[in-house]
């Protein structure tokens, strides 16, 4: 198993920034790639950034040049910066964690941007 825990989350204007920050702890060996996943009131949870055990890094299209997600391997940390926030990017964010067959969820946090 593997725990997710996400931190960061909080109220915004538009133009803001935040950090979020996902810790994994448990059997994190074999993880395979690790990710941001945002889901907004009546709509489908959506990727929107991914990196790998080597590092490659993958974004939604909405999110590039804004966002870079980033991992610390030391800390067992990965982190999302959001930068240039919309309104449109209000949503409960997801850490997710990838091993062979298996998906893990953190609990999520709540990003809202507005004025």
């Known amino acids: 198993q593997v725990q997710l825990v996400e931190s960061g989350g909080g109220l915004v204007q538009p133009g803001g920034s935040l950090r979020l920050s996902c810790v994994a702890s448990?059997?994190?060996?074999?993880?395979?790639?690790m990710g941001w996943y945002r889901q907004a009131p009546g709509k489908q949870r959506e990727l929107v950034a991914q990196?790998?055990?080597?590092?490659?890094?993958t974004y939604a299209d909405s999110v590039k040049g804004r966002f870079t997600i980033s991992a610390n391997n030391a800390k067992n940390t990965v982190y999302l910066q959001m930068n240039s926030l919309k309104p449109e990017d209000t949503a409960v964010y997801y850490c997710?964690?990838?091993?062979?067959?298996?998906?893990?969820w953190g609990q999520g946090t709540q990003v809202t941007v507005s004025s």
């Open positions: 990196i790998t055990s080597a590092g490659v890094t």
């Open positions: 997710n964690a990838y091993k062979t067959l298996a998906f893990y």
């Open positions: 448990g059997s994190i060996f074999s993880i395979k790639n």
